[in-house]
């Protein structure tokens, strides 16, 4: 069992920046970050490799940037340059097999952003 907790999230003006935190009680091989926005289905952000690797969805791309620190089994998500778009419940999850989707076991309570314009 991995348990995961999110914080950071909160209110922020467009083009203002957020960093995320998730403490994960144990490392595993993938972790990555999802969003839900009201009446929308789950997307994926961000994603990275025990190794380092990351991969972004393209509506991020240039602007969030996903790390982690395996020594503090900690994973980040810094979002720079945000938009009202990006207004959403963010959701930590590892995985321990791969970064697919259907992976991602583990998930955290949540974190709310919201971005006014």
């Known amino acids: 069992q991995v348990r995961l907790v999110e914080s950071g999230g909160g209110s922020v003006q467009a083009g203002g920046s957020l960093r995320l935190s998730c403490a994960a009680s144990?490392?595993?091989?993938?972790m990555g970050w999802f969003r839900q926005a009201p009446g929308k289905e789950r997307e994926g952000v961000a994603t990275?490799?025990?190794?380092?690797?990351?991969s972004y969805a393209q509506s991020v791309k240039g602007r969030f940037t996903i790390s982690r620190d395996n020594a503090k089994s900690t994973l980040y998500l810094q979002m720079d340059s945000l938009k009202p778009e990006d207004t959403a419940m963010y959701y930590c999850?590892?995985?321990?097999?791969?970064?697919?989707?259907?992976?991602?076991?583990?998930w955290g309570q949540g974190t709310q952003v919201t971005v006014s314009s």
């Open positions: 999850a590892a995985a321990l097999i791969s970064c697919q989707n259907d992976e991602f076991k583990y």
């Open positions: 990275i490799t025990s190794y380092g690797s990351p």
């Open positions: 144990t490392s595993t091989y993938c």
